[in-house]
Nanobody, 129 residues
Framework: QVQLVESGGGLVQPGGSLRLSCTASGFTLDYYPIVWLRQAPGNEREGVSCISTSGAVTYYEDSVKGRFTISRDKGKNTVYLQMNSLKPEDTAVYYC??????????????????????WGKGALVTVSP
């Protein structure tokens, strides 16, 4: 069974850090660009970051640039989202996702969740004093 699993969410104070992990069961992530999305209460899902299959190309949504870093460890079949300088407006459920035929570009990240066809159940990140 093909499955994506997010972990690492939690409660953190403003200015704090968290690292989310995305792992896969039933397949390898190596052949897929990976997208991190988030959905805040009352909002639609939005693309946060994406990474190419090689890991050499990454893009970020404007509000997280300079604070979040996406990376992948092929040996561990895992993709990470390091989140620093967290703000209350980062509070959301974070998902990792893949899409057949998806390429990580600034344009496609802005159109996410269009193009995504498999994602996990999400990890809740709460940023609060």
């Amino acid at each position: 069974q093909v499955q994506l699993v997010e972990s690492g969410g939690g409660l953190v104070q403003p200015g704090g850090s968290l690292r989310l992990s995305c792992t896969a069961s039933g397949f390898t992530l190596d052949y897929y660009p990976i997208v991190w999305l988030r959905q805040a209460p009352g909002n639609e899902r939005e693309g946060v970051s994406c990474i190419s299959t090689s890991g050499a190309v990454t893009y970020y949504e404007d509000s997280v640039k300079g604070r979040f870093t996406i990376s992948r460890d092929k040996g561990k079949n895992t993709v990470y989202l390091q989140m620093n300088s967290l703000k209350p407006e980062d509070t959301a459920v974070y998902y990792c996702a893949i899409g057949e035929g998806f390429f990580c570009t600034e344009y496609t990240l802005k159109r996410v969740p269009n193009g995504m066809d498999t994602w996990g159940k999400g990890a809740l990140v709460t940023v609060s004093p």
